[in-house]
């Protein structure tokens, strides 16, 4: 898309009438050059606190802050103007009670520009989503694996296999019912996640679920090759950039170390070129 052909950025109400037509199309971002590629592809852009595990080496996202939150938010915002924002509310920032994730929503939205907040949590965080759409804080809802969860998961395992199927159905159900415009169903088995789907009023963002949700989210780092600790299943490689960035660093120090870099068209004479007269 031409900058002359923009178009603007949806919001929460947007995205939810998108329910049952073409599908949305969502990717992680960190930085504002990331931000700049994706804003012409995307319908929202996610700000995740998967940025504790892709640009800070965390181990997980437990340690991810507001701090990190807010600064991250604010580098993507530079680089958007046609896809909405949504930001990741860190642990730690809405548990402990409506109130408190209100204070941090709406800190969250407004240091950024963010568009809407994402939170974890299906039933137990009803109240607290119900809480903050009541106050002008849109709310995407997020369920099945919540990394933010790990510890009591006991890993990073598909929810919703047999018995599991009630309990992340209800969660659906409840933070629909709660005012969510939206939820992201992580690893949750696809049959699940088709009846999710149909049974709900709020569109579905697929990652690891079924190509038969609303929309689908992926952690871009993961989809083109720049992160590679691990690839989960859900995962398709439409790229290989840190290889092709790691040849082209061994590439530049090969190049140093043989003096054949930089070259006399990367440096500067000792005097610049005397022009003569015109003639």
């Known amino acids: 898309m031409s900058a002359t052909a923009r178009k603007t950025a949806p919001n929460a109400q947007d995205i939810r ?3 049952g037509g073409e599908p949305l199309v969502s990717l992680t971002a960190y930085t504002t050059p990331m931000a700049r590629l994706m804003d012409d592809h995307c319908d929202f852009v996610l700000v995740g606190d998967s940025v504790g595990m892709v640009l800070h080496g965390l181990t997980s996202t437990l340690g991810v802050t507001m701090e990190m939150m807010i600064l991250h938010g604010q580098a993507v915002a530079r680089g958007l103007d046609n896809a909405m924002m949504v930001v990741d509310m860190p642990f730690a920032s809405y548990e402990h009670s409506p109130a408190d994730a209100f204070r941090n929503a709406a800190r969250l939205m407004a240091e950024t520009g963010a568009g809407a907040v994402k939170l974890e949590g299906g039933v137990e965080m009803a109240d607290t989503i119900r809480f903050l759409v009541q106050r002008g804080i849109p709310v995407m809802a997020h369920i099945g694996l919540t990394p933010q969860s790990i510890n009591t998961l006991g890993g ?4 919703g ?16 019912a709660a005012g969510a415009f939206a939820v992201v169903l992580e690893k949750v088995p696809q049959g699940l996640a088709d009846r999710i789907t149909a049974e709900i009023a709020i569109p579905t963002i697929g990652i690891g679920a079924s190509a038969g949700c609303d929309g689908q989210i992926l952690v871009v780092d993961d989809m083109v090759g720049f992160f590679t600790a691990f690839k989960p299943k859900f995962v398709k490689r439409y790229a290989e950039l840190g290889q092709q960035a790691e040849a082209a660093i061994a590439e530049y120090a090969a190049e140093v170390r043989a003096r054949s870099f930089p070259a006399s068209e990367h440096v500067f004479a000792d005097q610049a070129p005397v022009k003569g007269p015109k003639t």
Do not use: I, M, P
Request: proline residues 0%.
């Open 156 to 159: 990073y395992k598909v929810q």
């Open 17 to 19: 009438a998108r329910k």
């Open 161 to 176: 296999r047999d018995d599991q199927g009630q309990t992340v159905l209800a969660d659906a159900h409840a933070v629909t």
